[in-house]
């Protein structure tokens, strides 16, 4: 088989698990939406937790999706992610999960399961992504854990776009204390109890429940394209990449926000993969917030990467790149100082491929062609897993 055609029937996997989870799980995504929206409105916020590697990058990533919106007309909701750099996952939970909280458990470990034990003693809301007895509990039963991952991803940014439907609706979150949660525009002033008098909540919940559906068709599609038409490239990247590694080379990775969570869990599979795959090398450039702060305020934010990839770089290594827009300079100065050095450049951009792509600013770029960012970070974690498994397939002297 072909890289192209193999890349493709990866997408249509994807895809087939994509239509069985959410079309079993979208009238619970809906109603679990009005709950939470319920909670931020009596100014509950959300804490996800989680203990492993890959557990840390979904906590990081959800809360700042949530803290800092990139739709616009979204709002900024109250969300921490904690993890055991902290310390103990619990011990964290005990000290800072309040009764109105939505606690988000990644994973089955132990110490995970009794975090969520004193969340829901706490009286939260609580949801988890395997059966560790939360509430609300999404389990995608998939044999391949990086496919498993991808729709958790994909459930999780759903759950951030949805919420804010109801907030339009403030008539139907039940117990809230904080007023008001939204107007009904210009003319609101002439219909003050407008909002308030709503009773229709099936019908809301049916609109959300379609949304999520078309979401779910959304990104397969775009899993799909971005697998079909950079199959080639992923297989060439997971040979070079592959290569980098005989020869003693590590990867340092990184991204922005949504990203800088991308990159975190690429170093998480590359560092602790999953059974049969072999540990590699990997640095996180997002990883120290002392670096980064530091070189953001004495040099500039567009050098916060560029620095480590000076003090960490050498010739057998791989930078690898995630990017939404493809431009931000931060990542470009980090690119083009890497390919000063010799390292190997790999990049995961979105939109039309921005500068990277336009540029040739990476040896090998993968290209999601969207504007919605949610869907591209979804979709590149995609093109990322498969050349993690490639990694380990390909030979790295053809």
Same mark, same amino acid.
């Given at each position: 088989m072909s890289p192209a055609a193999a890349a493709a029937?990866?997408?249509?996997?994807?895809?087939?698990?994509?239509?069985?989870?959410?079309?079993a799980e979208a009238d619970r995504i809906a109603r679990l939406c009005h709950r939470m929206a319920e909670r931020f409105a009596r100014g509950g916020r959300l804490v996800a937790f989680g203990a492993g590697p890959v557990?840390?990058?979904?906590?990081?990533?959800?809360?700042?999706?949530?803290?800092?919106?990139?739709?616009?007309?979204?709002?900024?909701?109250?969300?921490?992610?904690?993890?055991?750099?902290?310390?103990?996952v619990a011990a964290q939970v005990e000290l800072l999960i309040e009764p109105d909280d939505i606690a988000l458990a990644f994973g089955s470990d132990p110490e995970t399961v009794v975090a969520l034990s004193v969340a829901r003693e706490r009286g939260c809301l609580t949801l988890a992504d395997a059966r560790v007895g939360a509430e609300w509990e999404f389990v995608a039963e998939e044999d391949d854990p990086f496919v498993a991952q991808e729709l958790v991803e994909t459930l999780y940014h759903v759950l951030w776009e949805l919420v804010h439907v109801f907030?339009?609706?403030?008539?139907?979150?039940?117990?809230?204390?904080q007023r008001p949660m939204h107007d009904t525009g210009a003319s609101s002033f002439l219909?003050?109890?407008?909002? =308030?008098?709503?009773? %229709?909540?099936?019908?809301?919940?049916?609109?959300?429940?379609?949304?999520?559906?078309?979401?779910?068709?959304?990104?397969?599609?775009?899993?799909?394209?971005?697998?079909?038409?950079? @199959?080639?490239?992923?297989?060439?990247?997971?040979?070079?990449?592959?290569?980098?590694? =005989?020869?003693?080379?590590r990867v340092l990775a990184l991204g922005n926000g949504g990203s800088a969570t991308d990159a975190m869990d690429a170093v998480a599979d590359l560092r602790s993969p999953p059974v049969g795959m072999t540990p590699r090398p990997a640095i996180d450039l997002?990883? %120290?917030p002392g670096i980064l702060t530091a070189i953001a305020? %004495? *040099?500039?934010?567009? !050098?916060?990467?560029a620095r480590q990839v000076i003090a960490h770089g050498r010739g057998s290594d791989a930078?690898?790149?995630?990017?939404? !827009?493809?431009?931000?300079?931060?990542?470009?100065?980090a690119l083009e100082e890497a390919r000063r050095r010799g390292l190997l450049t790999i990049a995961f951009?979105?939109? %039309? @491929?921005?500068?990277?792509?336009? @540029? @040739?600013?990476?040896?090998?770029?993968? *290209?999601?062609?969207?504007?919605?960012?949610?869907?591209?970070?979804?979709?590149?974690? !995609?093109?990322?897993?498969?050349?993690?498994?490639? *990694?380990?397939?390909?030979?790295?002297?053809?």
């Amino acid at each position: 088989m072909s890289p192209a055609a193999a890349a493709a029937a990866e997408g249509e996997r994807r895809r087939a698990a994509g239509e069985k989870f959410f079309g079993a799980e979208a009238d619970r995504i809906a109603r679990l939406c009005h709950r939470m929206a319920e909670r931020f409105a009596r100014g509950g916020r959300l804490v996800a937790f989680g203990a492993g590697p890959v557990a840390r990058s979904d906590a990081r990533h959800v809360a700042v999706e949530f803290v800092h919106p990139v739709i616009v007309g979204k709002r900024a909701l109250p969300a921490l992610g904690l993890t055991a750099e902290g310390g103990l996952v619990a011990a964290q939970v005990e000290l800072l999960i309040e009764p109105d909280d939505i606690a988000l458990a990644f994973g089955s470990d132990p110490e995970t399961v009794v975090a969520l034990s004193v969340a829901r003693e706490r009286g939260c809301l609580t949801l988890a992504d395997a059966r560790v007895g939360a509430e609300w509990e999404f389990v995608a039963e998939e044999d391949d854990p990086f496919v498993a991952q991808e729709l958790v991803e994909t459930l999780y940014h759903v759950l951030w776009e949805l919420v804010h439907v109801f907030f339009d609706h403030r008539g139907l979150l039940e117990g809230r204390t904080q007023r008001p949660m939204h107007d009904t525009g210009a003319s609101s002033f002439l219909y003050p109890f407008f909002a =308030e008098q709503e009773d %229709d909540l099936e019908s809301v919940v049916a609109d959300v429940r379609a949304s999520v559906l078309a979401k779910s068709e959304e990104i397969s599609a775009l899993r799909e394209a971005t697998l079909r038409e950079g @199959g080639g490239v992923l297989h060439a990247a997971a040979a070079a990449l592959r290569a980098r590694f =005989e020869a003693g080379g590590r990867v340092l990775a990184l991204g922005n926000g949504g990203s800088a969570t991308d990159a975190m869990d690429a170093v998480a599979d590359l560092r602790s993969p999953p059974v049969g795959m072999t540990p590699r090398p990997a640095i996180d450039l997002c990883e %120290d917030p002392g670096i980064l702060t530091a070189i953001a305020n %004495d *040099v500039g934010v567009e !050098s916060v990467f560029a620095r480590q990839v000076i003090a960490h770089g050498r010739g057998s290594d791989a930078l690898l790149a995630f990017s939404t !827009s493809g431009g931000s300079q931060n990542v470009l100065r980090a690119l083009e100082e890497a390919r000063r050095r010799g390292l190997l450049t790999i990049a995961f951009v979105g939109y %039309d @491929g921005g500068q990277i792509f336009a @540029g @040739g600013l990476a040896d090998h770029v993968v *290209v999601t062609r969207s504007e919605h960012i949610p869907r591209i970070q979804e979709a590149q974690a !995609s093109g990322w897993h498969v050349l993690r498994t490639l *990694v380990e397939t390909v030979s790295a002297h053809p």
